[in-house]
């Protein structure tokens, strides 16, 4: 089955220092991958896809084939990052998605 | 802040009981799914569906059920014989093709 993996439950960092929330996924063929946020209060939606290859809100994130790995990175963290993230790929008609990243910034 | 509505935002009920969430979408999506959300095990698929009268089970489908008899509207059951009810509930759609999914606010069941 396809799986995806974030290692950590919760990553804690200090405004302005580099933010990467790891991604590792198991998939045979070619994957298309996302990455959805869940910020206090708010409802679930999609930050990025592999595919469009944009930063949004400055972040990015790489599709690694040979590590099977999206990394998400932001060069500078901000407060109002601190949320939920969660790494996902498409399965078939059906997304997997892993089990989340709560990322905390600190001032 | 239309788009995907549920209802309601916090649903209590004995154990025992059989229980309906409410999912309604107007973006005229044809695709709907229903997901589980519990802390460390990130969202897990129960049901979904790609068209109106048509389902398919997802990850843990086992003590759910499902209708899809409008495009606009896809409840979802929590009966009596799923074991650990208590939890967060969220509904999605999505166009065809497109796998961005719109997320609905959520449900928190609790079962007592």
């Known amino acids: 089955a396809q799986r995806v993996t974030q290692p950590e439950k919760l990553l804690s960092v200090f405004k302005g220092a580099p933010v990467e929330l790891k991604c590792n996924y198991s998939y045979s063929g070619s994957p298309e991958l996302f990455w959805y946020v869940q910020y206090s209060r708010q409802r679930l939606q999609l930050l990025l896809r592999h595919i469009s290859r944009e930063s949004i809100k400055g972040f990015t994130a790489d599709l690694n084939k040979g590590e099977t790995s999206f990394h998400l990175k932001k060069p500078f963290a901000q407060e109002e990052d601190s949320a939920m993230y969660y790494c996902a790929l498409i399965d078939g008609n059906k997304l997997v998605f892993g089990a989340g990243t709560i990322l905390r910034v600190k001032s | 802040d239309g788009g995907i509505t549920q209802s309601p935002k916090y649903l209590f009920r004995k154990e025992g009981q059989n229980v309906t969430l409410s999912c309604e979408q107007n973006l005229n999506h044809d695709a709907m799914y229903w997901y589980r959300q519990d802390p460390g095990q990130g969202l897990r698929l129960i049901y979904y569906s790609q068209i109106v009268n048509d389902f398919q089970k997802g990850d843990i489908a086992e003590g759910y059920s499902v209708s899809r008899e409008k495009k606009e509207s896809f409840p979802l059951t929590v009966t009596s014989a799923q074991k650990n009810p208590t939890a967060f509930y969220l509904c999605?759609?999505?166009?065809?093709?497109?796998?961005?999914?719109?997320f609905g606010p959520g449900t928190r069941l609790t079962v007592t």
């Open positions: 999605a759609s999505s166009q065809p093709g497109s796998y961005e999914q719109y």
